[in-house]
């Protein structure tokens, strides 16, 4: 996979590697939590993390589950087994979207150029589902100056290019 | 230097000179001057042709307002601007403008016969005159009524220009930077809230920088502005931005704001956008904006160097430009007088100050005289001369009922004040009510429907102090409201030059004031006659008022003359203004231009363009491509020499007798999981599903409540409670929202979920005779055999060593499968397979060949032969209604005396008698094309193609009764022919056995 970073020096715009995703829904989470060994949020837009492994619940029975690509197998098996004894849905996206890394010090203001939210009450360590332009993405704060955008692959190029746009935008001070 | 540019006066860098030209001509001004304002500094007052009458125009306000200095500017290729008011354009090094609405040139001009044609050009004239005969109106009047009228010229090439927009969020912001939003966002901002404190010109201030002598807390205003707004720097919470002009007041406190970047740059950055679209979510708004003057209507008061009073006062305070050497100033307002005294001082002579108030404060007049400026009380102005710059004021005195004997005075500038208006514009945006003040005779903010506080003379305070003070407290109220604590302020001014006036009418005259051209609405050359005419005509409401004189509609939205003209209309109809009513403004506050709007959706960015993984090596084989919804699919895959119908026959070819490769990843793809998944098809579908096995396929239908056909696809059992969804490539989304509507309003209790992966795989179909024996080798862990996987299963395996889910499925009518794969591998299978694949001659296919193939096995496509209006039996599918299901979607609808009667339309095959000739899609079908038009028309072709399997065209068609017809002959005809063709019952015309699906 190759990693594109666009820099401009007030924001800094970079495609992540591939990761294990799953959009997992249940009316049960607890009971889900402990064979994930992570507790599932019940705010929406809050975010758990155990080691390298999240989830972020999105909607009352809604959590999207993250972890390194190389979990994808034991993900697969945990959601399985529970699935058997749980009513449960997972479904695995992980190339159902790309994920872009936004930061900068201009991060909120590239965000701005797009996004109806006020990002600046985005806490950091949560998320929302939101629009970017036209099209819904899923963004988290990883940092004060740094969240993560999710989008579903095909309007990846719009958005990457509306981002660009932006960054340079920014570049130009004006 | 010319005489007109005062040294050491305005807020201009004198040491800065700013080329520029004008229709050609080079001239000079000053960094800091308007377009407008170095025109005058040089003695131009010439500045437009007016729209109607072509009549020569100077400028008349210093403002967003401005009617007449609308000019053509330009930077080169693709970035001309029509109609840019001279008033706002910043002056930059290199500026070209050019005046407009003239020709040869603007000082002689063969339209301005006009002018003196005026009498056959009155209100109404148009929709009297330009009546017969019908035809002429579009091939002859209109088209000479244009070229003769308008403004500016609409450049025909693209943009060059970017333009960007953003979102913000802010506790207040306040729209206006003068005295009032200054002292709101102080006020705001020593709360602790973010301020967001905008001002549509280049520098804030407001009045402040037309009125340098009054003292505030001690300070000159020039210096209490500049620790202002040094204050308001510091602080964190506060954002100032000029040239930022709120156009428009939305619901629950959204407002736009149309920001110029690089107007005013003689070289802007690279990558700069020129305008910026805010799009702003206050949690308080204030509203700042101010007061508009007004001008008096009398005749001739449109001739260059009539202006408004104020206007003159910002050019000299603000631009240090004398509008004239002698102007003369008439006025109804207190105000003026001070324009006037601010004039004498900076070295004019103000030949009269004429007030048509018949007393005024003994202060100003005996200030007037002692600077030597004649003062004519209760007089009116009923005339004008000079052609193309004003060169006497003709005064008369009022006496009872009229105006006496007439008297010229010399003059080279005239500066009119009819009063103020408040600006309502935006309040008016929020549906906010007005209220008529009797006092002011003007129309203040009344009950509001939003958080928002109104501050200043826009609603209806005049003098410093009383704004200041005014402002402050809307700025702690918004404040409060936010959730912040503060004290207001109150402001110790001093040299407030208060004052108060009169709202009149047109003002009487001694001559026909029939004859009279007292202009009401410059822009689009309106007369306070028209007003009186249309109410003649019966214009009873101002609405019909305005639209029979176009007053109030040209593009400044009758800032000027909205008033003006509501007076006349109301004094003509003997009724009290605002039982004549005010007219509705309307966001943009100002003109603005389409590329704000447009923001980053322009070329590449105009909107999404969807491709699959597959896409780049598509492209990479000289694919021709057709967007379908978001998406971009291969069409046909041309070879050298090949048009579309050859490449199309060629493919079509290839799939029934070997093997094609199509590329499918955008159909649209749902997870249904949960213990009642299989409740939830049941409920959704046509079709049964209970029965359905696991690893097995069915072609599922979606009715929408009415019963009519909104979606289909083939649709998967990967598991007792795990369904594959599949859908059309347009209505992946709909029936995403369709479904998830249905399940959270209809079927809460269901313990299902949906989740959508059309993205997460790419979707490899192969179809054609050879296409198991080129993927068996390449999958591992699944028998493919016909006896282990037949036609219509699904099951998980590995493809070419990727995690794949095999369907044996046909669009085709061959033997087929569409292998999906996580979307990130598509490529790289297709790759593989196309490898594999040369020693079959394996051909890819777009969706050109996907339609005929399917068409040739009378598979529809929903969209295409369904318009929905098409229930299953319409469309011949009543195969897939699970007849033994007590309910699905659709099903209640199905049996309603309508769906069942006669006469319904039906899709049906159609063969034309001649086999060469393939059908339009769309043309309609006759049964007697003898019949007198307008013809009976049974039905449409719904699709028509060329079969390269049949050797002849095949055409499906929705016929009314159309199964009862078969082996009718039916009539379409064409422009220049009528094609017959037979109907045939079944649309399946290639292999009705089936025997290939199966090989």
Same mark, same amino acid.
């Given at each position: ?174 | ?175 206006? %930077? ?398 009290? &203004?605002? *039982? ?21 959706? *322009? ?42 119908? %050859? ?72 598991? *007792? ?47 054609? &005779? ?67 694949? *040369? ?46 299901? &007590? ?113």
């Amino acid at each position: 996979m190759t990693v594109m970073t666009a820099s401009f020096a007030a924001a800094t715009i970079t495609e992540l590697p591939p990761s294990a995703r799953f959009s997992l829904r249940t009316t049960d989470p607890i009971a889900a939590s402990a064979s994930l060994g992570l507790e599932l949020p019940t705010k929406v837009g809050a975010r758990a993390a155990a080691g390298a492994r999240t989830a972020l619940c999105l909607g009352p029975d809604e959590w999207l589950i993250e972890a390194p690509e190389a979990e994808t197998p034991a993900l697969i098996a945990t959601f399985s087994n529970l699935e058997a004894r749980l009513p449960l849905s997972a479904v695995e996206v992980s190339d159902r979207e790309i994920t872009l890394a936004l930061s900068g010090p201009a991060v909120l203001d590239l965000l701005a150029t797009g996004c109806p939210r006020d990002l600046a009450k985005l806490a950091v360590g949560s998320g929302c589902r939101t629009l970017f332009d036209t099209v819904q993405v899923v963004l988290t704060r990883e940092a004060e100056d740094r969240f993560h955008l999710t989008v579903w692959r095909s309007f990846a190029p719009h958005l990457r290019a509306l981002l660009d746009i932006a960054a340079r935008e920014l570049a130009a001070g004006l | 230097m010319t005489s007109y540019r005062l040294a050491n006066r305005g807020r201009v860098d004198h040491r800065k000179p700013v080329r520029f030209t004008f229709d050609g001509k080079r001239y000079q001004g000053l960094a800091g001057d308007t377009l407008a304002s170095a025109l005058l500094a040089n003695g131009v007052h010439l500045m437009g042709r007016s729209f109607k009458y072509h009549r020569p125009r100077g400028v008349v306000s210093a403002g967003s307002d401005e009617p007449n200095a609308l000019m053509g500017t330009s930077r080169g290729l693709g970035r001309f601007e029509p109609n840019t008011r001279a008033t706002i354009q910043e002056l930059r090094d290199g500026l070209e403008a050019t005046s407009q609405n003239r020709w040869p040139s603007l000082a002689f001009d063969v339209g301005s016969i006009n002018d003196r044609m005026g009498s056959l050009f009155s209100a109404g004239f148009y929709y009297k005159t330009f009546m017969w005969p019908r035809a002429f109106w579009d091939r002859v009047y209109e088209p000479v009524i244009r070229n003769a009228a308008g403004l500016g010229i609409s450049p025909t090439e693209p943009d060059a220009d970017r333009y960007a927009s953003r979102f913000a969020h802010t506790d207040v912001l306040v729209i206006g %930077a003068g005295p009032a939003g200054l002292a709101a966002a102080l006020a705001a901002s020593r709360s602790g809230a973010s301020v967001m404190l905008v001002d549509e010109t280049a520098e804030p201030g407001g009045s402040l920088l037309s009125e340098p002598s009054v003292t505030i807390e001690g300070k000159l205003a020039w210096d209490w502005l500049s620790a202002t707004l040094a204050e308001l720097a510091a602080l964190p919470n506060v954002t100032i931005m000029t040239r930022t002009t709120a156009i428009g007041y939305y619901h629950q406190n959204l407002v736009g704001l149309a920001q110029r970047l690089t107007d005013h740059l003689a070289t802007p950055p690279a990558d700069a956008p020129r305008e910026r679209m805010w799009k702003v979510r206050a949690g308080q708004v204030v509203l700042a904006q101010g007061a508009l003057e007004k001008p008096l209507a009398f005749d001739g008061n449109d001739r260059p160097g009539v202006m408004l009073a104020g206007a003159a006062q910002t050019y000299l305070h603000r631009y240090g430009v004398k509008v004239g050497d002698r102007p003369a100033i008439v006025t109804t307002h207190d105000s003026a007088w001070f324009a006037a005294f601010d004039l004498a001082e900076a070295g004019a002579k103000p030949a009269v100050i004429v007030d048509i108030r018949a007393s005024v404060d003994p202060v100003l007049t005996v200030r007037a005289r002692s600077v030597g400026i004649e003062v004519l009380l209760g007089h009116s102005v009923t005339g004008t001369s000079g052609r193309l710059r004003v060169k006497s004021l003709r005064v008369s005195r009022l006496e009872k009922g009229g105006a006496g004997t007439a008297r010229k005075i010399a003059c080279d500038s005239v500066l009119m004040c009819g009063g103020w208006t408040p600006s309502l514009h935006l309040f008016s945006h929020t549906k906010g009510s007005l209220t008529w003040d009797i006092e002011l005779k003007a129309f203040l903010p009344g009950k509001k429907t939003e958080a928002v506080h109104i501050a200043g003379a826009g609603r209806g305070l005049w003098g410093i102090a009383a704004v200041l003070d005014d402002g402050a407290n809307a700025g702690t109220e918004a404040a409060r409201a936010a959730g912040r604590n503060v004290t207001a302020q109150s402001y110790a001014v001093t040299v407030d030059r208060t004052g108060s006036g009169v709202t009149v009418k047109e003002l009487p005259t001694d001559r026909d004031p029939a004859a009279a051209k007292a202009f009401i609405d410059f822009q689009n050359d309106v007369t306070a006659k028209d007003i009186r005419l249309a109410v003649r005509e019966g214009m009873r409401s101002i609405e019909h008022v305005k639209r029979y004189t176009t007053n109030g509609m040209a593009t400044d939205q009758g800032k000027m003359s909205n008033i003006n003209g509501l007076m006349i209309a109301a004094d003509a109809l003997g009724k009290q &203004p605002p *039982q004549v009513g005010l007219t509705t403004f309307r966001p943009p506050y100002t003109p603005t231009t389409f590329g704000t709007f447009a923001g980053y959706h *322009q070329d590449a960015t105009f909107e999404a363009t969807r491709k699959t993984p597959i896409d780049p090596w598509a492209q990479a084989h000289g694919a021709a491509f057709e967007p379908v919804a978001l998406w971009r699919r291969a069409w046909y895959f041309p070879k050298a020499g090949e048009d579309m119908h %050859a490449a199309v026959a060629r493919e079509c070819r290839a799939a029934r007798s070997s093997v094609g490769i199509f590329d499918a990843s955008t159909l649209g793809k749902i997870e249904v999981v949960g213990p009642d998944a299989v409740t939830f098809m049941e409920r959704m579908y046509t079709n049964p599903w209970a029965k359905l096995g696991v690893g097995r396929c069915r072609y599922g239908l979606l009715l929408g409540e009415d019963g009519f056909i909104r979606d289909d696809g083939v649709i998967g059992r990967l598991a *007792q409670d795990r369904f594959h969804v599949t859908t059309t490539t347009g209505g992946a989304a709909r029936v995403l929202n369709m479904m998830e509507d249905y399940l959270q309003t209809e079927w809460p209790d269901l313990k299902v979920w949906l989740t959508s992966t059309t993205e997460q795989w790419a979707v490899i179909a192969l179809q054609g &005779p050879n296409a198991r024996k080129l993927i068996e080798p390449f999958v591992e862990g699944l028998d493919i055999s016909e006896a282990a996987f037949p036609h219509m299963s699904a099951a998980t395996c590995t493809v070419a060593g990727f995690r794949a889910r095999l369907f044996r499925v046909s669009f085709t009518g061959e033997l087929g499968f569409e292998i999906n794969v996580p979307a990130r591998h598509g490529r790289a299978l297709w790759e593989k397979l196309w490898q594999a694949g *040369q020693s079959y001659g394996i051909t890819p296919y777009g969706t050109e060949t996907m339609h005929v193939l399917r068409a040739e096995k009378g598979y529809i496509i929903v969209g295409q032969d369904t318009d929905g209006t098409l229930t299953p039996d319409d469309a011949g599918l009543n195969w897939a209604i699970g007849k033994a299901k &007590p309910d699905f979607v659709g099903k209640r609808s199905l049996s309603r005396p309508d769906m069942v009667a006669r006469g319904r339309k039906q899709l049906v095959g159609l063969l034309t008698d001649d086999p060469k000739v393939v059908l339009q899609e769309g043309a309609q079908i006759v049964a007697d094309p003898n019949e007198p038009k307008p013809m009976t028309m049974l039905g449409h072709v719904t699709s028509s193609y060329w079969s390269e399997a049949l050797g002849r065209s095949i055409a499906m068609a929705v016929v009314a009764d159309g199964r009862a017809r078969d082996g009718e002959t039916l009539h379409i005809p064409m422009p220049d022919r009528t094609i017959t063709a037979r109907v045939v019952k079944s649309t399946v015309f290639y292999d009705p056995e089936g025997t290939r699906l199966s090989a």
